[in-house]
């Protein structure tokens, strides 16, 4: 069966969050029926990252199986048609070998959350951005980041809800930045646990603000509590930017150039 690769980007705002949903809009699914719409076969889509709702995807990768062949870059046309104006894009598509795992392979996942440091409200950027009125030292906020770099029990920053079988985690990176009224948190890890990132967020705000103490993320995640957390950030300032795979062009399989696309 051929197998293919998609890269994706979408607007969370509309969705439940990338996993299929039996009573809510899901990226997932709204995939999935895009497909069966074109090719008249009802797959299962696998994606790299199980955003949760509210939350975006600038660079999500997902992989699926079909029987019958087609053209990767015709795949790509036919689902953007389909998928018009639903705040999902497919940016590009590849066949790979039936190794390539979006899941399970990914060595790397970075993801960036924004925070519109102002105290005017959002006008263009509702739903894409968190907007925080107070002022936010981010030399303090990377000083608590400091200390989530590591391999740590992280019970403190998963949800109860939490699917994964362990807490433990190893952050790779965490970097504070600051843009004029932007202040941006990007983080890179293999994996990362249920609602982590936001709660990173959370917790660091509460610093940045000098409401907390800068060792008291360290208290926090050594409580490895879920009641000790800070507040959760809400879901829309968080981007799935990027996912890597090793020797990622060893899983593309060759193609014929297409050209189903004419020139006007």
């Not at 036919?78 to 998928?83: D, G, P, Q, S």
């Not at 993801?111 to 030399?139: H, K, M, V």
């Not at 890179?188 to 959370?202: A, D, E, T």
């Amino acid at each position: 069966m051929p197998r293919f690769k998609l890269l994706i980007e979408y607007d969370g705002r509309p969705f439940s969050g990338w996993q299929r949903q039996n009573n809510a809009p899901s990226v997932m699914g709204l995939i999935e029926k895009s497909l069966l719409k074109f090719t008249g076969e009802a797959v299962t889509v696998f994606g790299a990252g199980r955003t949760d709702t509210g939350v975006h995807a600038l660079g999500q990768v997902a992989h699926f199986d079909l029987e019958r062949d087609w053209h990767s870059h015709k795949i790509r046309e036919a689902l953007n048609h389909f998928l018009k104006e639903t705040g999902v894009a497919i940016l590009d598509s590849w066949k790979v070998t039936e190794e390539f795992d979006s899941r399970f392979l990914a060595s790397k996942r970075y993801y960036r959350y924004r925070i519109c440091n102002r105290r005017a409200p959002l006008t263009f950027e509702i739903g894409r951005a968190w907007q925080y009125s107070y002022p936010i030292d981010i030399d303090l906020m990377q000083k608590g980041a400091d200390q989530l770099i590591g391999h740590f029990d992280f019970t403190t920053f998963r949800a109860t809800a939490c699917q994964a079988k362990s807490p433990w985690r190893t952050m790779e990176s965490l970097k504070v930045s600051r843009e004029g009224e932007w202040v941006y948190l990007h983080a890179m890890s293999r994996s990362f646990l249920h609602n982590q990132i936001r709660s990173f967020v959370g917790s660091l705000v509460e610093v940045g603000a000098e409401r907390k103490p800068v060792g008291w993320i360290t208290e926090i995640l050594d409580a490895r509590d879920r009641r000790a957390c800070g507040p959760v950030a809400p879901p829309d300032g968080l981007y799935l930017t990027r996912v890597d795979y090793p020797q990622d062009r060893d899983y593309l399989i060759p193609e014929a150039p297409w050209e189903g696309h004419q020139k006007a």
